[in-house]
């Protein structure tokens, strides 16, 4: 009996001295999730790739956690995306196609019901960024700043033209910048 008391007593201390360190520790780990549509297994360089050199890319890999067996929930990019970043099927929450870019229309994007992981992660204490297409709705409310993103560089629609310039896309007639939070960024040479 008195040897269980010691050793209730020493992981007892351990486990406080465990939770001490996790409460004092100011640090968060960093997250990154890296989301590129249309690249195949073996077209980065930490995959074998020769023929284009991803040092970046191969760099994060080498130094983090690589997963190996993925698999997408659809195979369009917006769907795709709105799984990713909500956690859950998309099919459960309506996002079956891709969004059209259309500023106008109050409900076309990412269903304001459903909160993403950034936002997730914005409550914990997080700063959150996006960076490249967003594809889950042009109107303001469903845009990055509004979803959990701190700050946004890239696009809202689905494609874009990355060379200098403006660019007309969409049936209407829109011009499609690049855009910093609220602001179209300005840039002169590949983005």
């Known amino acids: 009996m008195k040897k269980f008391i010691h050793l209730s007593a020493y992981w007892a201390i351990v486990l406080w001295a465990s939770v001490i360190g996790l409460a004092q520790a100011k640090q968060k780990p960093n997250i990154v999730v890296i989301l590129a549509d249309d690249l195949g297994y073996r077209d980065v360089g930490y995959t074998g790739a020769q023929d284009i050199k991803t040092p970046n890319i191969d760099k ?40 059209s870019y259309s500023p106008d229309d109050k409900y076309m994007g990412l269903p304001l019901s459903e909160k993403t992981f950034a936002k997730r992660l ?30 946004f560089y890239g696009f809202l629609d689905g494609g874009h033209q990355y060379m200098p310039g403006e660019v007309h896309l969409g049936a209407d007639g829109y011009w499609l910048p690049i855009m910093r939070n609220h602001d179209v960024a300005e840039f002169d040479e590949y983005l």
């Open 60 to 99: 994060l890999a080498y130094g983090g956690v690589r997963f190996n067996n993925g698999y997408v929930t659809h195979s369009y990019c917006g769907p795709s995306r709105a799984g990713l970043l909500t956690g859950r099927y998309q099919a459960r929450f309506g996002m079956e196609n891709n969004v």
């Open 122 to 151: 914005q409550e914990v204490g997080y700063k959150t960024a996006i960076i490249g297409k967003w594809h889950l709705g042009g109107a303001p409310h469903f845009q990055p700043n509004k979803r959990g993103f701190d700050y």
